[in-house]
């Protein structure tokens, strides 16, 4: 089938904060906003940003753990978000999901071999010997010993119930896995080892991350793309090496600016980025970084500004540094346009091109 694995299309996610007769005045938290991005077959897609800037939900919602209040989910070009529950089942063993803390998402009172089987066995019966291989062999994909599957999830280190939880997730052979903090609770140097797990088993399976962190190191390290979460919003999108070479938007450029460099020799950018997240509840008007932005002008008090292209690749949503010029009659549609309709900004991000920057971590 052509076109992306996964395409994202203006989702929204609002949480009504109670519940009343006149739920019009009811106060929502606005998680997500009109979020729209793809993701290729085998490729990972990024999706940085602050606590409480909407990435997790944006992960909730690409598995239908939660109903978006609004827009589409296309697996193959098929949208989740409106499919009923006994269809969505079918689709579920397309994508699956990697949790932050995998003690927590591990059933204690299973071994680890029937924490592997058990998606399967959702679907088909399996033999006792059918179990056992399956067991057997993605424990070794993902660089366990199979005779560990006799053992509890208490009985394993962090790391090895990280694999664990890498090896469950795999036994659907699913096309896309959602890595939500996946490596945020580890040790740097078992980071590392799952890290270059998870790019082995991509370049053996052809599997598609979708890898959510606020760790820039990590993000810098694995993704193809990066996409940067604010307050329920991307305000940009780029092939990750250029947007770590020159970020575009001013909160790209802070974040960037506050993340720790290991390397002496690396100059940093001078790009503190002050205050807090304002409450989703109530988020600011027009451009939601407004309050913070130190090249923030009238125009950002009360206009959104759209996400545009504003190069081969990248697309990024600030009047001052990427303006979105209203084009009156038929608009631009070439791919190596620099002028998008706010629109059509995502439609004219072209096919990607992937960047090899997968590369072990020692
Ligand atoms: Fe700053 Fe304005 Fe750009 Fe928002 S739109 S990031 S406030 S300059």
């Not at 897609?45 to 606590?51: D, Q, R, Y």
């Amino acid at each position: 089938m052509s076109g992306p694995l996964l395409k994202v299309e203006s989702l929204v996610k609002h949480y009504p904060l109670g519940a009343g007769i006149l739920t019009k005045n009811i106060p929502v938290v606005r998680a997500v906003e009109d979020v729209s991005f793809f993701v290729e077959a085998g490729e990972t897609l990024c999706i940085v940003g602050e606590s409480g800037c909407g990435k997790s939900t944006v992960a909730r919602l690409l598995m239908r753990l939660t109903d978006p209040t609004g827009g589409r989910v296309l697996i193959d070009g098929t949208d989740i978000a409106s499919l009923r529950k006994h269809e969505l089942r079918a689709w579920r063993r397309r994508m699956q999901m990697v949790f932050q803390d995998p003690y927590s998402s591990l059933n204690p009172r299973l071994t680890a071999g029937q924490i592997i089987t058990e998606p399967v066995e959702n679907f088909e019966r399996l033999s006792r010997k059918q179990r056992n291989a399956l067991a057997a062999d993605l424990l070794q994909k993902v660089g366990m010993s199979p005779e560990m599957m006799h053992r509890l999830p208490s009985e394993l280190s962090g790391g090895q119930r990280q694999r664990l939880g890498i090896a469950r997730a795999l036994a659907l052979k699913p096309s896309l896995v959602i890595l939500d903090e996946a490596v945020s609770a580890l040790d740097v140097s078992v980071q590392a080892q799952i890290l270059n797990l998870l790019m082995d088993l991509q370049q053996q399976l052809g599997i598609a991350f979708v890898f959510i962190s606020h760790d820039l190191g990590v993000v810098e390290h694995v993704g193809h793309r990066v996409a940067v979460m604010y307050l329920g919003r991307i305000v940009e999108v780029a092939p990750c090496e250029a947007l770590f070479a020159k970020p575009v938007h001013p909160y790209t450029e802070a974040l960037i600016a506050a993340a720790p460099v290991p390397d002496p020799t690396r100059v940093r950018l001078e790009a503190p980025v002050e205050g807090e997240v304002p409450s989703p509840v109530n988020p600011p008007g027009g451009c939601a970084f407004h309050p913070r932005c130190p090249l923030a002008v009238e125009r950002c008090r009360v206009e959104v500004p759209p996400l545009v292209q504003i190069a081969h690749g990248r697309a990024a949503a600030c009047h001052v540094r990427a303006p979105a010029i209203d084009i009156p009659t038929q608009p631009t549609v070439a791919c190596d346009s620099s002028i998008a309709s706010p629109g059509e900004a995502n439609e004219l991000i072209p096919a990607l091109e992937r960047p090899v920057i997968a590369r072990p971590i020692t």
